[in-house]
C-alpha cells in the first residue's frame, strides 16, 4: 500500500486501513503475551495516555525555554523515578523529597539521609538510549584514555554491546554462574583495568529476572574509583513495590554508595506508553559530560541531553499522566496482580514434567528450560494456543530457555495458562523435535559473512519455509537454525534477514 496516494484519503477510511495492518500483529492486550509489552489492564488508562501523547505530541523536547510544559514533566518524571528506584516512593506525600528526613531511616535502614537530594537526570527515548547515555557520560569523563573499557556481566542487556560497538568502548564480560544466574563481584573486581570507565550490573537482568550482586559490585567499582552503572530498566519500577509487598528485595539505588547512575523504563513496569526511560545520576557533575553543546555554527546553539535533538513531547505527556493518574497506590496493586501472576505461571510450569524453572522467580519473570519436549517445538505449540513466549537461545553453558515477561495483566489469564500449557506440551512431545533439512543446515553452517548477501538469504528464507510476507511460519525451525550456530554468528544472519525485511516496494 502506498503511503503517499496521488489523492488523500478520508481519516475514516485510514484509520480502517490501520486497525486492518494492526490486525496482524501479536496482542498488545489480553496478559497472552510474555515479551515486548507491559499491560496494566486497567480500564481508561490508554485513553488517558493517547490524549495526553495528542496534547504533547507537537510540541518539541529540543527548546526548554520555548515548551516550559515539557521541562516541567521531565523534571516531575526525575525525581519520581529517583524516589522509586531508591527505595523512597510510599514513605512520603506528593513527591516531598523534604520529608523524607521525618519518614525515618530509608533504603538499607542504615541512614536517614536522602540519598536523592542531589540527583538529576533526563527522560530518553528508551533503555538502550539511557544505556548509551550513562556509556556515553562515563566514557567522556575520560578523553585521557585511548581504549576506555566497560565491564559487564554476561546478563546484561545487549543494549551494552550496542554501546560499546557504537562508542568504540572496549566490553569486558564477566561470566555469570550457571546455578544461581548471577556474576561473581570478585570476578568484577578483577575485571577492572585502569582503562575502565565503567562497571554496570543489572537489577533485575532481563534474561532471567534476577538481581545482580548490586552492593557488592558497587563496592568494588568505587574502591577502584570507577563509576557503576545500575540497569533497572527492565523491574526498576516494580522492584520497590515487591519489597512493600514482603519480598526480599535488596535495595539497589542511591541508597548505596558507589552507585553512580541507574536508568528506570518508564514504558515497562511504569506502564507508559512506548518512549519513555529515565535516566539518572548521582549529581549534575557525573552527568555533565552526558550533554552534547554546540554553538559554533550560525544556526540556534544545539544543546542536548539525549541522543535525539527533536524531541515530541508525546511520550512525556503520556508518561506523565499515567504516574499521576495511577499513583504509589496502584502501582502497589498492580506489582499484588503480578506477583500474584508470577506465583501461578510458575506453579503451572513446575507440575509439568519434563519443564524445569532455571530460577525460582525473584522478580516478574519465570523462566524455564526443557529438552523433551524441544523447547522451540514448545513456544510454537503455545502461540498456536494463543500464549506468546520468549524463546532463548543457548547461550553455553546456559540451556536454551523460555522466557516469560510477566505484567499486570496476566493476573487474569493464569488459571488458563496450566492447561493450555499442558496441552502444548503433549503436542510438542508428539511432534519431536525440528529436523532440519540437511541441505539447509550445511549451508548456514559454511555461511561466509562476506559474501551473505540479499540473493543468499532470500534462498536460505525460502528453505526454511518463509511464507510470502517474508516471514517465518514457524519459528522452531528458525531457532533451532540459530542454535546450531555459535552465539557470536548468529547476529549476522539475523542481521541480513532484516535487511531483507526491510526492503520497501518499488
Ligand atoms: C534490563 C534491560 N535493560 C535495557 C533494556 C533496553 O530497553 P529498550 O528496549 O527500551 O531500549 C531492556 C529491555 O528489555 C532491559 O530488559
Known amino acids: 500500500m502506498t503511503a503517499l496516494p496521488a489523492r488523500g484519503i478520508p481519516a475514516e477510511q485510514v484509520l480502517a486501513e490501520l486497525g486492518a495492518l494492526r490486525g496482524h500483529d501479536l496482542p498488545t492486550h489480553g496478559g497472552r503475551l510474555f515479551a515486548y509489552v507491559y499491560d496494566a489492564a486497567v480500564g481508561g488508562l490508554d485513553e488517558l495516555a493517547a490524549s495526553a501523547y495528542a496534547l504533547a505530541a507537537h510540541v518539541n523536547g529540543l527548546d526548554p525555554t520555548a515548551f516550559p510544559s515539557l521541562l516541567a514533566m521531565e523534571n516531575d518524571l526525575v525525581a519520581a523515578a529517583a524516589q522509586v528506584t531508591s527505595g523512597l516512593a510510599g514513605r512520603v506525600g506528593e513527591g516531598a523529597a523534604g520529608a523524607v528526613a521525618t519518614a525515618g531511616p530509608v533504603g538499607d535502614g542504615t541512614s536517614g539521609v536522602d540519598p536523592t537530594a542531589g540527583v538529576v537526570g533526563n527522560v530518553t527515548s528508551g533503555g538502550t538510549e539511557s544505556l548509551l547515555l550513562a556509556v556515553k557520560a562515563a566514557r567522556d569523563a575520560h578523553p585521557d584514555l585511548a581504549t576506555p573499557r566497560l565491564v559487564v556481566p554476561a546478563s546484561a542487556h545487549a543494549a551494552f554491546a550496542k554501546a560499546a560497538q557504537y562508542l568504540r568502548v572496549a566490553l569486558d564480560v564477566v561470566p555469570i554462574d550457571p546455578g544461581t544466574l548471577l556474576p561473581d563481584p570478585a570476578a568484577m ?49 516494580l522492584l520497590p513495590y515487591l519489597r512493600r509487598l514482603g519480598r526480599p528485595i535488596p535495595p539497589f539505588g542511591f541508597e548505596l554508595p558507589g552507585v553512580t547512575s541507574v536508568s528506570v523504563d518508564l514504558h515497562k513496569y511504569a506502564y507508559a506508553p512506548k518512549g519513555v526511560s529515565v535516566l539518572l545520576h548521582r549529581d549534575a557533575a557525573l552527568r555533565r559530560p552526558q550533554y552534547f553543546g554546540f554553538a559554533g555554527w550560525p544556526g540556534y546553539p544545539m ?42 505461571l510458575a506453579a503451572a510450569v513446575s507440575t ?84 532440519v533439512p540437511s541441505e539447509l543446515a550445511a549451508a548456514v553452517a559454511d555461511l561466509d559473512p562476506a559474501t551473505l548477501g540479499p540473493e543468499t538469504m532470500a534462498g536460505l528464507a525460502a528453505a526454511a519455509g518463509f ?37 520497501p516496494p518499488h
Open 189 to 237: 573486581a578483577a575485571a577492572i583495568t585502569p582503562d575502565t570507565v565503567l562497571v554496570a550490573c543489572s537489577a533485575p537482568a532481563y534474561p532471567y529476572g534476577v538481581i545482580d550482586p548490586v552492593a557488592e559490585i558497587a563496592a568494588v567499582a568505587a574502591d577502584a574509583g570507577v563509576r557503576c552503572h545500575v540497569d533497572a530498566c527492565f523491574g526498576g519500577w
Open 303 to 344: 544543546l542536548n541531553a539525549t541522543v535525539a535533538s527533536t524531541r515530541s513531547g508525546g511520550p512525556v505527556a503520556g508518561a506523565w499522566a499515567t504516574l499521576r493518574h495511577l499513583g504509589d497506590d496502584g502501582y502497589l496493586r498492580l506489582a499484588e496482580r503480578t506477583l500474584s501472576a508470577v506465583t501461578g
Open 352 to 435: 509439568v514434567d519434563g519443564l524445569r524453572l532455571l530460577a525460582e522467580p525473584q522478580t516478574s519473570v519465570v523462566v524455564f528450560t526443557c529438552t523433551d519436549p524441544d523447547p522451540y517445538v514448545l513456544a510454537d505449540q503455545l502461540a498456536a494456543r494463543g500464549w506468546h513466549t520468549q524463546p532463548q537461545l543457548p547461550y553455553p553453558p546456559l540451556p536454551a530457555s523460555i522466557h516469560l515477561s510477566v505484567t499486570a495483566a496476566v493476573a487474569d489469564q493464569v488459571a488458563q495458562f496450566g492447561p493450555a500449557l499442558a496441552d502444548a506440551v503433549a503436542a510438542a512431545r508428539a511432534a519431536g523435535p525440528i529436523q
Open 467 to 503: 511464507g510470502p510476507d517474508g516471514l517465518p511460519e514457524s519459528m522452531a525451525i528458525v531457532n533451532t537454525l540459530l542454535a546450531t550456530l555459535p552465539p557470536e554468528r548468529r547476529a549476522t544472519l539475523l542481521v541480513e534477514f532484516l535487511s531483507l525485511l526491510q526492503t
